[in-house]
């Protein structure tokens, strides 16, 4: 028939008289499927020749975009319990849309401000890799893994320069996440993890004993928690409820007591390596006094001071010696060829408490925690004391060799 335009009906008085719907559909693109979303009543998706569109509430058609290809599509599934839409293309394989929340929650029309949409239940799933060490299998790639956090910017105002961040908090108002999300125009979604803020980042070293970008914080238990959307001086908070994986059968009481060990054991590496950050603040602020000092040998107390800060940065190394291996942090088998040092203990502990899935601490695991909690504050007691003596020392030579002193940076 040659004829490509697109036909979609809709009665309102079962099928005595239709009316046609396809205003503002591509003229030369025929529609081959439209279902209508079973958790939103009015929220149509069509299936076409060069892709997907949808409608809500009687309104315009626009397209769905978002990374999907311009291809036919054939067929449509809405998942009414996961939120998803299963879409059959013609020679592109099978695409699934996850979490069409945001459009359910949609009136059809773009936010006049920023929102911030009720993010669907989130579970914690128990990951396991069901093909072991078989790699030659096809399998499709997994959905993100966490809570789904969407939210709106309006393109027209000032809130689309300014910073958005999206905290989490749990049911008491505890912190529990802050994360820094994009601030452009349009809509935007964020992935949480499910865990809560990491340790402290240890700066400037290549390999930190397995402490690295993917090192995180601990699993969050089950529960309900707030998240809140800040852009500027405007807030918005929305409930989002954690779910344990439903083939678990742990107790609550399990999930929280290996959550409480894994925030202690958190804080100790947050300690040890704040304390590591402001040793390497002193020792880069050293060299840099060196070398001043250097430059003028004939210097009588210029080359006073500089003993001084030789003798200084001996007393760094010691202080350093119990809390991290530098030759160490750079070798990944160090394990192999060095005695564990605080730092490495304190990861390893961390790593320990959050292998398993909703398992108590154990026994061997609570008592290292014990001895390294006191050997940490006996190191912060050290730090404290250098302070107090040697710094103090250094910069009245400094003060009177005419020098610029040295600073322990802000803990974080």
Known sequence: MENNRPYVFRTDDFGHTWTNITANLPEDTPIHVVREDPNRRGLLVAGTDTGLFYSIGKGPWQAIHNGFPNTPVDDLKFEKSAHDLVVATHGRGVFVLDDLAPLEQSDGAPPSGPKLFTPLPATRWALFNRRSFDLTGFAAPNPPAGALLDYWIDRGNGSAESEVEITITDDAGHPVRTLQAPGGGGFHRVVWNLTYDPPLELFGEENAGGEGPGFGGPAVSPGKYRVTLSTGARTQSETLEVLPDPRSHAS?????????????ARDLVSSVN????QINALRQQLETLEYVLLTDTKSASYQQMFDV????????????????????????KAYLHHLSRLHDRVVRLLATIESGYAQ???EASLEEMAILKRQVAEQERRFESFTRKDLVTVNRAAAASGVRQLFVPRAR
């Open 274 to 277: 704040r304390e590591i950050n």
């Open 309 to 332: 800060a030789q003798g200084f940065g001996q007393s760094l190394d010691r202080l350093e010696e119990p809390l991290y291996n530098r030759a160490a942090g750079r070798d990944s």
């Open 252 to 264: 609550e009481s399990a999930f929280r007591e290996q959550t409480r060990a894994g925030l202690e």
């Open 360 to 362: 108590p601490p154990t």
